[in-house]
């Protein structure tokens, strides 16, 4: 867990890399449901309001002072605050780790590996993931230097591919049915930015402070790799066909071909997601090991292992299978942004109103 610290640059790589795939699989299919074209407007005004409350991360970094916030509440607030902040943590990560495995899993089985149990692909994924979380994060971030360029490359490359299909005044007219349509998509574009809260969990790593202008930068270019394939997805195939795609931003992909004699190049879409999916799980599996604060290194090993296949097991029970698939379908994007938000708000209430040094008073 002791590994090396992270550049900034890396923070980005893997910041990246783990919120852009939740963009793309769950924020914008939801977002073109609630609002089709207004959708565009939505993730705008959601970028605009997103620089404001990105200022409380900056806040509660700077309080903590670039310490491990789960040994900052356990200084603060002793052994019992510790461990049920410990405890939320780990739940909401490893929620979000079964979502993201139970949606790649499913998409594979689906698209690619039809005749390949369910089982197989999720153990595949899995232990990969386990691997990455045991070695840290600093292997983590090595991964998804080496991922994210090409990621970057192919996201562009179908986006000027489909320029010939892509006729953006389809982007308008906006506010045909009022503005309801559109708040609605900033709720849920709201519950996928305020997951840039992963940086309160990570920002110890880094070799230095993590400034609010950087916090800034991220954030826009999350909003950015939400904007791009969200108005290709209407440009490319209109708001109403758009709207009722599974996964409008890799659907643009089946569109791509280089000449007349190469084509079916949507199988490079494995490539973006799976990319995303295993730094997310890993680094979510590695922040879970943080919060339990295990030090030996094969009793590490043994509970990765343990949580992997807890995972991959409840990712297949059909009941669970049908909650996330609730989640996926937006049904509970509220109730998710009104946690994540009251999550942070009372990380930043803790870390402002009581900060005790040992000896001595409140301050």
């Avoid at 991360?57 to 310490?67: A, D």
């Avoid at 079964?98 to 690619?112: A, D, G, H, P, S």
């Avoid at 692909?121 to 232990?127: A, D, P, R």
């Avoid at 946690?339 to 870390?351: E, G, P, Q, Y």
Wanted: aromatic share 14%; net charge positive; with cysteine.
């Amino acid at each position: 867990m002791h590994s090396k610290k992270l550049s900034i640059i890396d923070v980005y790589f893997i910041v990246l890399l783990v919120l852009g795939i939740t963009n793309h699989v769950v924020l914008i299919p939801l977002m073109l449901q609630a609002a089709d074209r207004d959708s565009w407007m939505g993730i705008i005004l959601t970028m605009v309001l997103n620089i404001g409350w990105v200022y409380i991360l900056y806040v509660i970094m700077k309080r903590t002072k670039q310490q491990s916030i789960f040994l900052w509440f356990k200084d603060q607030y002793g052994a019992f605050i510790g461990w049920l902040f410990i405890a939320i943590s780990t739940f909401y990560f490893f929620a979000m780790a079964l979502m993201m495995l139970r949606e790649t899993t499913t998409w594979i089985n689906v698209t690619y590996l039809p005749q390949t149990p369910r089982t197989v692909v999720s153990l595949c994924i899995i232990s990969f993931c386990v691997f990455l979380a045991y070695h840290g994060i600093r292997t983590i971030a090595i991964i998804s230097g080496i991922l994210l360029p090409t990621v970057w490359i192919l996201g562009h490359f179908v986006a000027i591919s489909n320029l010939e299909y892509k006729d953006y005044s389809l982007l308008t007219p906006l506010f045909v049915d009022g503005y309801m349509p559109m708040i609605r998509s900033m709720v849920i574009a709201a519950g996928g930015f305020m997951e840039l809260l992963i940086l309160v969990f990570i920002h110890h790593h880094a070799k230095r402070k993590i400034s609010y202008a950087t916090i800034v930068i991220l954030a826009l270019l999350l909003g950015g790799l939400t904007l791009g394939p969200l108005m290709g997805a209407i440009a490319n195939f209109g708001p109403i066909p758009a709207k009722q795609a599974r996964y409008p931003a890799y659907d643009q992909w089946m569109l791509v071909t280089i000449t007349k004699y190469i084509t079916h190049l949507d199988f490079l879409a494995l490539y973006q997601w799976i990319s995303g999916a295993t730094i997310r799980i890993s680094l979510f599996l590695f922040i879970v090991m943080e919060g339990l604060n295990i030090k030996k290194r094969s009793t590490r090993f043994i509970v990765l292992l343990i949580l992997g296949l807890a995972l991959s097991t409840i990712s297949l029970i059909p009941k669970i299978d049908a909650h996330i698939e609730l989640y996926l379908m937006g049904r509970y994007s509220f109730i998710y942004l009104i946690f994540i938000a009251s999550f942070t708000l009372m990380i930043l209430l803790f870390t402002m109103f009581k900060r005790k040094s040992k000896g001595g008073p409140p301050s």
